[in-house]
Structure formats: structure tokens, C-alpha cells
């Protein structure tokens, strides 16, 4: 056994090609073979015990073998996924402790090269930067290839290296269905599938998933289209699982987090967790509270009366229990909505009055300082801060739209976070009618018609007009949202090529377009399901594999359609919200059952009209409903159809925000649903 290891080493010492030392030895070869083409990494881990417990194993190789087995069953079984993450920040790799003459060698590159491809996905200040980000690809990229050199039969490494692995989901073709159901089918079904996954593999006992409390926070973000667009018992059970337990970690005892960071930073825990809940439930009088405390805190210590006479927050950096004083801090921002946002969806979802005042007048403070020319900002436009306590336009530093407030270079420079703002101000509208909230959305978007078509952006001066105007894209998710609820097509121009193929929909009835987008939004889980689930070591970055072989810096060229995961237009087509669910939640419907074997497409949605197809691809028929958000009060006739032929109706009457109603959807026909007022 001794002379047999023995030649082993000598024939990696000697790199011999892999057909070369497969002949010189077996079964201990095997057992490296085996579990370097493993996919699994519990394969692999299971493989390497087995390795160790062979007999008279020489004290250097049970010591390597320990050392692989140690490490490999950290990236399984450990608690933090991205253990490994301050050493390859500062070396571009992990130190695994095995030297490259062992034969256990080569099983180390494939974790090298995840772990600094996934760094590369994490921080922005690679992979912002285009040289940067090609440096980081090729030494992951090298990684792999000596992945695939060693155990060519891997697909892991086969797949970072651009080779596409077959979803394992079929989908039984549906004769009767229509091809906007059978794409978007495919994306809710394979977001489940994902989150699916997360549940029964990474949720810890804790609630946690395994990133940390301030990523894996975010994950409810891409979750929206099956979490607030359907309700499936799993799905909902798993969030409320996280949101309590993240609300009852000890920094967050106080209802917001204890650590004194940013306010992009501090209102991520609380937001949220709160945030989904306030879709899920409500009514709850719990998440209720907890809403409404941010609202205390708001109220009677993070903001007070700007020298101006309007309620401003005192300062970028604040906590449960104080804010910070440092004058180059005391900036509120565009950001500070984030702070506010589950406090904005309970006002939203409840109507409450008290809440509805407070907020309505920190908007009025934007409202004004829109409209103001000063400190170099233009008219019309929402500055980057407002300087406490003076309200005076930026912060500390000359330029208004670089309040310089914050240690991350670029996170508080306009436009940062303004199209968070603008929702806000669209949300207060919505619910307050006072036209004066709907100001500075008109100001920009006039400002950006008067600029479009023309190239001078990127010569402008900063912080001026033109320059603004450039940079106005955010624009386009408020827009879509305005021109649903006030039906004003002054800035349709700004939405041509926007973000929402279903406005377009809504308002030319042309669904070329739509079904082309679900199509590719379809393609983005036609393959690599590994890299959405095992291979995920960031929870904020769970769906953002894509990204790596798109554009002009690439880890490889990809020999499978790229194509994003587009959760906003999955959300967008089941609820007829034309933007996202982020800051201004404009679902006019929340379909009550999971999120398989159909696909709801809404047409068309107003105040006083509800339109949406259906399609069930069950073959037997589907008790369900839908609740309803945006319908004013009233009586409404509501009747369920197929063809020509009604299958149902019914009378509803709607007087408070969220309404429902219950049917029976057929199996395998195209049902149109319609409310309208009686």
C-alpha cells in the first residue's frame, strides 16, 4: 500500500497526464477521480472520508486529506457561506494548506475559483471597474481550467467555464395554452423551484440563510413575483420564518438596528424584514407595530424642523437611539426613504391617518426643494441632500449633487436612491390627491423631454441641466406608475424603450413585445439551476450568475443563451404593477394560490376596472381568488369567462384597501377575469 501511494505522489510530482496515473493506480485514484468530478460538493465530501479511512495512509497525505475534508465541510455544513471572503479580498485567493505536490491537490482549484468569482459578483468596487473585473476573472477563470484539466467530467467547472447545464424541470407541453402563459409559467415555476431550494437547504434553524442578517435579508426582493404576486403556504411560512427571527436578534431589539451605520446600511434589517410582512400580513397588529415604530422613531428622533420650518432627518447616520452629530454627516437623502418604506406600505395597505400625516409632510420638504435653484442645482430637480439644519441644498461639500456624507465614493452622488423618492412622492399622491406631491416628478420629466435625443450628457457640466437629464433613467419606473393612476400621457415619449412591456400592453394592446420578454425571462431558467442554489455564497447576489458572461469583460464565452432573470416583469404581468414592488407597491391584485401550474396575465387595471387572463394547467379545475388593491369604493360586478361564455359572476363591494373575491378556474382554457364598476 506504502509503495502504491508512493507512486502516486511521484506521478503528480511529475504532473503525468491524467489517462498516465489512472493506469498506475486504483482504487485510491478512484476515490480522487471520483470525487474531483463529483457535482455535488456532499459527493465529494463523502468520497474524501472515504479516502482518509483507507489503512496506512502516510501522515502527510491523512494530514492533507484532513485539512480538504475540514474546509469542504465548512463550505457545506457551515453556518456563514462566505467564510473564506477576507482572505481572498486581499489575495485573490484561499490558502486550503495542502502543498502543491499532493496528489489532493488539483480538488482545490475548483473552491479557489468559486471563491474568487464570487467576490468578483460581491463587491462593487471590482466589479465596477472593468479592468479590475478582468484581472479577478482570469485568475478564477484559471482556476477552473485546471478544474476541468484534472476532472474533465465536472460540470461545475464545465459550467463557469460557459458550458450550460440542463435545467432538471420539464414542463409538459399544454396544447390549449396560450405562449404568454407557457413562458411565464416557466419563470414563476423556476423562481419557486429556486426558492424552493433555499428553504429546504440553506434556512438554518436560526431563520438565517447563510450569508448574513443584512443580505440574506434583501433575498425577499426577487422573491415579489410568487411572494406578493401569489400566495404558495411554503413560501410564505419560510419569510415569516426570517422576518421574525431577523426582528428578534438582539441589534434589533428596539424595533431598528443598534449599530451606528448609514442609513442604506441600518434601514436594510428593518425594512426588510417588515417590508414583505406588510404584504403578507397586514393586519397583523405585530408587523402592524413594528411598522409604526419606525414612524415613532421618525417623529421624535430622526427628524426635526429645518431652519426652513419643514421636517427634515437630522443626519445620514442614526440608530434606535441617537443620531449622529458630525456636521459632514447631517444630510437627509433620497435614501432615507428606505428607513420609512414599511412605515409608506402600512399607510398604504391600512389608510392610517396619523401615520399619512407624518409622511406626507417630509415629502412636502422634497416638494420644496425641488423647486428650488440653489447651490448650482437647477429648478425642478430633487437635490442629492439637504444639509441639517440649515435645509439647504447638498451637504458640506461645493457641489450640490456630491453631498460627500458618506466613506463610498459614489453611493450618496446623484441620482443615488431619487427614484426612491420619487415613489414616495407618487405613493403620497396616491393616497392624499394633493397634486403638489406630484411636482417634482413633472419638473424632471419635463426637464429630461427637453434634453432627449440630444448627446451633450456626457459633456455636460456636472450637476447642471443637461447633465441631470442624462442621467434621469430612474425615471421611467415612476413614470409607468403615473401614467396608471393618472392616466396623463405627456412623458409617453420617456417611456418608449422603458421598463415595463406591460404598459405597453395596457396601452396599445400590442403583446409582441410582452411575450418576446417572458420568452427571454423563460430562458433564464432553461439552465445552470446549480449556480442559483449551491454555488451561491452571497444571499444578495442569489440570481446574478448571468452577469458574468454578459458584456465586454466576460469569465468565458458562453455556449448557452444568457439571459437574466427578470423577476420585475414576472411580478409586472401577474399583478399589472408597471414597475417594481420596492418603493411603491402598485399590484392591483394578489392571486390567492400558489404559483404553479398557472399564469395571470393582468391587461388592463384602473380605479374603477379590473382585466387579467388566466390560464390553469392542471387538469382538474382550481378553487382560488384574488385580492384586490386599487379599486376606489364602490359596487362592482365581477364575472369570470371563457369565449363567449361566462362561467361565473358575482357582486363585490369594495370599501376598504384590499378587497377579495373567490372563483373556480377551469382546467386548460383562457378565462378572462373582469370587475367593473356596476
Request: aromatic share 10%; charged share 25%.
Amino acid at each position: 500500500m506504502k509503495k502504491i501511494l508512493c507512486v502516486l505522489i511521484a506521478a503528480f510530482l511529475v504532473h503525468a497526464p491524467d489517462a498516465a496515473w489512472s493506469r498506475a493506480l486504483s482504487p485510491e485514484n478512484e476515490l480522487i477521480q471520483r470525487a474531483g468530478n463529483a457535482d455535488s460538493d456532499a459527493e465529494r465530501l463523502a468520497l474524501l472520508k472515504q479516502f482518509r479511512a483507507l489503512p496506512e495512509l502516510p501522515p502527510a497525505l491523512a494530514s492533507d486529506a484532513d485539512k480538504l475534508i475540514a474546509f469542504i465541510d465548512k463550505w457545506v455544513e457551515g453556518k456563514n457561506l462566505h467564510f473564506y471572503s477576507r482572505e481572498v479580498s486581499k489575495k485573490q485567493d484561499v490558502d486550503l494548506g495542502l502543498a502543491e505536490s499532493s496528489p489532493l491537490y488539483p480538488l482545490t482549484y475548483l473552491y479557489r475559483g468559486r471563491a474568487v468569482l464570487t467576490l468578483v459578483l460581491q463587491n462593487g468596487n471590482i466589479w465596477s471597474y472593468p479592468d479590475r473585473r478582468r484581472e479577478w476573472f482570469e485568475t478564477a477563470r484559471g482556476f477552473f481550467e485546471k478544474t476541468h484539466q484534472a476532472f474533465p467530467e465536472n460540470r461545475i467547472a464545465r459550467m463557469y467555464l460557459g458550458e450550460g447545464i440542463p435545467w432538471t424541470r420539464d414542463w409538459e407541453p399544454v396544447a390549449e395554452a396560450p405562449e404568454w402563459a407557457v413562458h411565464q409559467r416557466r419563470g414563476l415555476e423556476g423562481l419557486a423551484d429556486i426558492i424552493q431550494w433555499w428553504l429546504d437547504n440553506r434556512q438554518q434553524a436560526s431563520g438565517a440563510f447563510g450569508g448574513d442578517w443584512g443580505d440574506d435579508c434583501e433575498m425577499w426582493r426577487w422573491w415579489a413575483p410568487v411572494l406578493v404576486g401569489f400566495d404558495d403556504p411554503t413560501i410564505r411560512r419560510g419569510q415569516t420564518r426570517f422576518s421574525e427571527a431577523l426582528m428578534s436578534q438582539p441589534h434589533m431589539a428596539g424595533g431598528y438596528m443598534s449599530g451606528m451605520t448609514d442609513v442604506e446600511h441600518s434601514a436594510e434589517d428593518s425594512t426588510d424584514a417588515i417590508l414583505p410582512m406588510m404584504h403578507l400580513k397586514p393586519d397583523n397588529p405585530v408587523w402592524q407595530r413594528r411598522a409604526m415604530r419606525l414612524a415613532q422613531l421618525m417623529e421624535t428622533l430622526w427628524t426635526g424642523r429645518n431652519q426652513r420650518g419643514f421636517l427634515q432627518f437630522k443626519s445620514t447616520y442614526f440608530n434606535i437611539d441617537r443620531v449622529h452629530e458630525d456636521p459632514q454627516k447631517a444630510c437627509d437623502t433620497p435614501y432615507h426613504v428606505r428607513a420609512a418604506l414599511p412605515a409608506f406600505l402600512y399607510w398604504l395597505r391600512t389608510g392610517d391617518e396619523q401615520v399619512g400625516r407624518l409622511l406626507s409632510d417630509w415629502m412636502c420638504t422634497w416638494v420644496d426643494a425641488a423647486a428650488r435653484s440653489e447651490n448650482g442645482k437647477p429648478a425642478g430637480i430633487l437635490p442629492a441632500a439637504l444639509h441639517w439644519p440649515e435645509g439647504t441644498i447638498g451637504g458640506l461639500s461645493p457641489d450640490w449633487w456630491d453631498p460627500q456624507n458618506h466613506g463610498e465614493p459614489t453611493l450618496y452622488q446623484w441620482p443615488s436612491a431619487v427614484g426612491g423618492l420619487t415613489d414616495a412622492l407618487l405613493l403620497t399622491y396616491h393616497l392624499t390627491r394633493d397634486e403638489k406631491y406630484l411636482a417634482p416628478i413633472r419638473s424632471m420629466a419635463r426637464i429630461a423631454l427637453q434634453h432627449s435625443g440630444k448627446s451633450a450628457g456626457g459633456k455636460a457640466v456636472p450637476g447642471s441641466e443637461a447633465w441631470c437629464a442624462a442621467r434621469m433613467g430612474f425615471l421611467r419606473g415612476t413614470l409607468a406608475k403615473y401614467r396608471v393612476l393618472t392616466g396623463d400621457d405627456a412623458f409617453d415619449r420617456l417611456l418608449s424603450g422603458g421598463p415595463s412591456p406591460v404598459l405597453n400592453m395596457q396601452r396599445t394592446g400590442d403583446r409582441g413585445p410582452l411575450v418576446a420578454a417572458l420568452g427571454d425571462a423563460a430562458l433564464a431558467f432553461s439552465c445552470n439551476f446549480a449556480r442559483y442554489t449551491d454555488e451561491v455564497r452571497y444571499t444578495d447576489r442569489v440570481l446574478r450568475f448571468p452577469a458574468v458572461f454578459q458584456g465586454d469583460v466576460r469569465l468565458a464565452e458562453p455556449k448557452f443563451p444568457v439571459r437574466s432573470p427578470d423577476c420585475e416583469l414576472l411580478y409586472s404581468t401577474a399583478t399589472g404593477d408597471p414597475g417594481g414592488s420596492g418603493s411603491f407597491p402598485l399590484n392591483a391584485v394578489r392571486w390567492l394560490t400558489p404559483p404553479r401550474e398557472i399564469a395571470a396575465l393582468v391587461t388592463n387595471t384602473g380605479p374603477q376596472r379590473l382585466e387579467a387572463e388566466l390560464f390553469h394547467f392542471g387538469q382538474k379545475p382550481r378553487a382560488m381568488g384574488a385580492e384586490l388593491y386599487l379599486l376606489q369604493a364602490g359596487q362592482y360586478r365581477w364575472t369570470l369567462a371563457a369565449g363567449a361564455q361566462t362561467l361565473q359572476e358575482g357582486a363585490v363591494t369594495v370599501s376598504r384597501p384590499r378587497t377579495q373575491i373567490e372563483f373556480e378556474l377551469p382546467a386548460r382554457q383562457v378565462c378572462r377575469l373582469t370587475l367593473l364598476t356596476k
